[in-house]
């Protein structure tokens, strides 16, 4: 395969872990850099105008005032995706920092160096808003970008990009929940809510920002990150109730209730409506049974791992 821009680049997707919907209002979040890669590389044919590709690398050189090669490239995500259906772990944000990874790389630049790191967020995170037009919390751009665990702090003056890492990490499982989700269509909901009902949102929110704050204030403990996963998961699920979005599904609660069954709390990963749950346990023999009996239940667990490698540029292919 022919690299693009004389490099390959690839990036994980990311897993939600922690601070759903409160990081849009100032909470921290935890998010996990997930080992499922998109990889930028050359096109086969020419990728149609206006492409998330293109309108990226487009908008980096501008940012780096270069001259690159726009056209011409393209990016594999198809690991983000099972059946057809998208598995919810990020895609078009791990695109975009594979684009923009690349055009930093044609400047000289090292995208492995944490400072330009955190400017490469910066530039992310503004296409990304620009091409979805809509503001994110550039959580998932930061898990490709940054990799392993990331706690995302908005603050008044920047948004602080902090990797961390646990020193007794929890036993996670992750569940597929039989169905995708809609982002945009929950957040829909949820913002009519506070629209309709400014006091009632805000008295969520506030135990939501509350949650995450208590949690991610230094290296938490599993069994801290337990009760902050149970008290988050029913908050998200009274936000659901409340304002009409169904955040929490069906299949969710069927899944929380197994989880209590074995000694774990869960909650959904992300904005809810589908795609995972997770599922934290105390130790790795609860993890294991409770996963056994997923199958029974219709469920299946997917092995994700953390990827500690953030986005970097891979060997090109001479072949």
Same mark, same amino acid.
């Given at each position: 395969? *022919?690299?693009?821009?004389?490099?390959?680049?690839?990036?994980?997707? =990311?897993?939600?872990?922690?601070?759903?919907?409160?990081?849009?209002?100032?909470?921290?979040? $935890? #998010?996990?850099?997930? !080992?499922?890669?998109?990889?930028?590389?050359?096109?086969?044919?020419?990728?149609? @105008?206006?492409?998330?590709?293109?309108?990226?690398?487009?908008? *980096?050189?501008?940012?780096?005032?270069?001259?690159? =090669?726009?056209?011409?490239?393209?990016? !594999?995500?198809?690991?983000?995706?099972?059946?057809?259906?998208?598995?919810?772990?990020?895609?078009?944000?791990?695109?975009?920092?594979? @684009?923009?990874? @690349?055009?930093?790389?044609?400047?000289?630049?090292?995208?492995? &160096?944490?400072?330009?790191?955190?400017?490469?967020?910066?530039?992310?995170?503004?296409?990304?808003?620009?091409?979805?037009?809509?503001?994110?919390?550039?959580?998932?751009?930061? /898990?490709?970008?940054?990799?392993?665990?990331?706690?995302?702090?908005?603050?008044?003056?920047?948004?602080?990009?902090?990797?961390?890492?646990?020193?007794?990490?929890?036993?996670?499982?992750?569940?597929?929940?039989?169905?995708?989700?809609?982002?945009?269509?929950?957040?829909?909901?949820?913002?009519?809510?506070?629209?309709?009902?400014?006091?009632?949102?805000?008295?969520? $929110?506030? /135990?939501?920002?509350?949650? %995450?704050?208590?949690?991610? &204030?230094?290296?938490?403990?599993?069994?801290?990150?337990?009760?902050?996963?149970?008290?988050?998961?029913?908050?998200?699920?009274?936000?659901?109730?409340?304002?009409? %979005?169904?955040? #929490? *599904?069906?299949?969710?609660?069927?899944? =929380?209730?197994?989880?209590?069954?074995?000694?774990?709390?869960?909650?959904?990963?992300?904005?809810?409506?589908? !795609?995972?749950?997770?599922?934290?346990?105390? &130790? #790795?023999? &609860?993890?294991?049974?409770?996963?056994?009996?997923?199958?029974?239940?219709?469920? @299946?667990?997917?092995?994700?791992?953390?990827?500690?490698?953030?986005?970097?540029?891979?060997?090109?292919?001479?072949?």
């Amino acid at each position: 395969m *022919t690299p693009c821009g004389n490099a390959r680049v690839r990036a994980p997707g =990311k897993l939600f872990l922690l601070g759903e919907y409160a990081v849009l209002e100032g909470a921290p979040a $935890l #998010v996990m850099a997930a !080992d499922r890669y998109v990889e930028l590389h050359a096109a086969e044919k020419q990728p149609e @105008s206006g492409d998330l590709v293109s309108f990226a690398r487009r908008r *980096t050189a501008q940012h780096l005032g270069i001259p690159v =090669k726009i056209q011409g490239c393209t990016a !594999d995500s198809s690991s983000f995706s099972m059946d057809g259906r998208k598995l919810g772990l990020g895609s078009s944000a791990a695109v975009t920092t594979v @684009s923009v990874a @690349s055009v930093f790389l044609e400047a000289g630049e090292d995208i492995e &160096n944490s400072q330009l790191r955190q400017r490469m967020w910066r530039i992310a995170k503004e296409i990304h808003d620009s091409f979805q037009e809509a503001r994110g919390s550039g959580a998932d751009i930061a /898990a490709s970008i940054f990799g392993g665990l990331v706690v995302v702090k908005p603050e008044e003056a920047e948004t602080r990009i902090q990797p961390v890492s646990l020193p007794d990490p929890p036993e996670l499982s992750f569940v597929w929940t039989g169905r995708s989700a809609s982002t945009a269509e929950l957040l829909h909901h949820v913002r009519g809510f506070k629209e309709r009902h400014p006091r009632a949102y805000e008295k969520i $929110l506030s /135990a939501m920002i509350e949650t %995450a704050g208590s949690a991610l &204030n230094g290296s938490p403990d599993p069994a801290t990150l337990a009760e902050m996963f149970r008290r988050y998961g029913a908050l998200m699920e009274r936000l659901g109730r409340e304002s009409g %979005a169904n955040i #929490v *599904t069906d299949e969710m609660t069927v899944l =929380k209730g197994l989880a209590a069954r074995h000694g774990g709390s869960g909650k959904p990963s992300g904005a809810g409506g589908g !795609d995972f749950y997770i599922a934290l346990f105390q &130790n #790795v023999k &609860n993890r294991e049974e409770f996963e056994k009996q997923l199958e029974s239940h219709g469920f @299946s667990a997917f092995p994700f791992q953390i990827a500690h490698h953030g986005v970097h540029s891979l060997k090109p292919d001479r072949s």
